[in-house]
Nanobody
Framework: QVQLVESGGGLVQTGGSLRLSCAAS????????VGWFRQAPGKEREFVAT????????YYRDSVKGRFTISRDNAKNTVYLQMNSLKTEDTAVYYC??????????????????WGQGTQVTVSS
């Protein structure tokens, strides 16, 4: 079956960095756009970043532009989220998700077919 497994979360101080990984199995990875989402306690899940099937196109929410970078390695069936200059408001559970697509990036949350279990990111001041 399809599995998406996130890793790389943890506790970091303000201004620090983390790199999240999302390892996929059970699907033709290069046929899927992949997105990162996050959910903080008491808040709705929100979109963070997404990357197209080839990796040539990316899109970010405004609050992470210039700080986060999404990338993928289709040979390893893995997508990464490099997070720099972390802020306390980045604290959340981070999820990756995959969307079957023939096109570019996928910006609509309910288009995502498969979701991981999440990894906790905590940024302390």
């Amino acid at each position: 079956q399809v599995q998406l497994v996130e890793s790389g979360g943890g506790l970091v101080q303000t201004g620090g960095s983390l790199r999240l990984s999302c390892a996929a199995s059970g699907l033709t990875f290069s046929s899927y756009a992949v997105g990162w989402f996050r959910q903080a306690p008491g808040k709705e899940r929100e979109f963070v970043a997404t990357i197209s099937r080839s990796g040539q196109s990316t899109y970010y929410r405004d609050s992470v532009k210039g700080r986060f970078t999404i990338s993928r390695d289709n040979a390893k069936n893995t997508v990464y989220l490099q997070m720099n200059s972390l802020k306390t408001e980045d604290t959340a559970v981070y999820y990756c998700a995959a969307a079957r697509t023939f096109g570019d990036v996928v910006l609509i949350t309910n288009r995502y077919d498969y979701w991981g279990q999440g990894t906790q990111v905590t940024v302390s001041s």
